[in-house]
């Protein structure tokens, strides 16, 4: 069981080649000790973004703060404050916050996935060791 509030877990820079003004917050993660699912929360600054990439699992998104696009392959899909994204495996995508003030979204993915894919933790946008997860 974990409880706590979000701003007790550390908010980190992605220091990911392709991503600019973006931070993140592994709210729920194999640390905590959860067997399935990740949360993760990310704050994107004005004129900010995720880096553009695809792996093999999927992304649930919440959106809670801002405004931005969810950048594919078939253009920019807009979206705002309390839409929900699914992002299928394998789609190429990246986040970017459009608006004025800070972008914020949840972000799940399944560790089941990761764990197929390497048999150690992987960073969720590219090759590399995640910080927390």
């Not at 392709?18 to 993140?24: E, S």
């Not at 905590?32 to 994107?44: H, I, K, Q, S, T």
């Not at 705002?80 to 004025?100: A, Q």
């Amino acid at each position: 069981m974990k409880h706590t509030h979000y701003t007790d877990i550390p908010l980190e820079e992605v220091a990911i080649d392709g991503a600019r003004k973006t931070k993140m917050r592994w709210l729920v993660s194999q640390k905590d000790g959860a067997p399935n699912f990740a949360m993760r929360l990310f704050e994107v600054e004005p004129g900010g973004f995720t880096p553009y990439h695809s792996h093999s699992w999927e992304h649930e998104n919440f959106i809670l703060e801002g405004k931005g696009a969810l950048v594919t392959e078939d253009g920019d899909i807009p979206f705002k404050p309390g839409d929900v994204i699914y992002v299928e495996p394998h789609m190429k995508h990246n986040y970017k916050n459009t608006g004025d003030k800070v972008l914020k979204f949840l972000c799940i993915i399944t560790l089941e996935k990761l764990r197929k894919v390497e048999k150690k933790t992987v960073n969720p946008f590219a090759t590399g060791t995640a910080n927390n997860c």
